[in-house]
T-cell receptor
């Protein structure tokens, strides 16, 4: 089993603050994906990163894949209540197997 | 717009009953998956399929079984439900991609066994 640890597990912040979520593993992955899940729904893909050191931006969200392709981070600038949800990282291998992280539950307080 | 459908959304059932959770996708994806998730927690892979007549067990041991007779349909069956099976079950299919596919999830079935 390829274990991905996310930190923090829970995060509650005020609207407008910045935050970073981390996803760490001892395994190397061919790709790293971030999903967001809202209550009562399935996870929805936010981004895929595939190259070590890659940085992708999606509006106020910045995603980075570690140089060694073992870890990743998600940074949110000026968080909004609409960012509230469960954030999940998932490591992928060439066989289209996906291993999910332990999850970070984010609450943004208006 | 949902291209992967799960039914029922909610199910409350007594111990010992046989149940089947339905999952269908209209995207023609070969790969399909079943994940188990407790509220607000990580996803655990319990079954997956690479295509018709292909089924494999995932990392989390499960008493459920699956079948893949048609590309679009991947039902999960519990022969005798127990309270320990209470959880959310998420079905997903994978769009091929190089080097990474993309998982498309249904909205899940929340199962409660009393």
């Amino acid at each position: 089993t390829q274990l991905l640890e996310q930190s923090p597990q829970f995060l509650s912040i005020q609207e407008g603050e910045n935050l970073t979520v981390y996803c760490n593993s001892s395994s190397v992955f061919s790709s790293l994906q971030w999903y967001r899940q809202e209550p009562g729904e399935g996870p929805v893909l936010l981004v895929t990163v595939v190259t070590g050191g890659e940085v992708k931006k999606l509006k106020r969200l910045t995603f980075q894949f570690g140089d060694a392709r073992k870890d990743s981070s998600l940074h949110i600038t000026a968080a909004q209540p609409g960012d509230t949800g469960l954030y999940l990282c998932a490591g992928g291998n060439t066989g289209n197997q996906f291993y999910f992280g332990t999850g970070t539950s984010l609450t943004v307080i208006p | 717009e949902a291209d992967i459908y799960q039914t029922p959304r909610y199910l409350v059932i007594g111990t010992g009953k046989k149940i089947t959770l339905e999952c269908s996708q209209t995207m023609g994806h070969d790969k399909m998956y079943w994940y188990q998730q407790d509220p607000g927690m990580e996803l655990h892979l319990i079954h997956y399929s690479y295509g018709v007549n292909s089924t494999e067990k995932g990392d989390l041991s499960s008493e459920s079984t699956v079948s893949r007779i048609r590309t679009e349909h991947f039902p999960l069956t519990l022969e005798s439900a127990r309270p320990s099976h209470t959880s959310q079950y998420l079905c997903a299919s994978s769009r091929p991609g190089t080097p990474a596919g993309t998982l498309h999830f249904g909205n899940g079935t929340r199962l409660t066994v009393t």
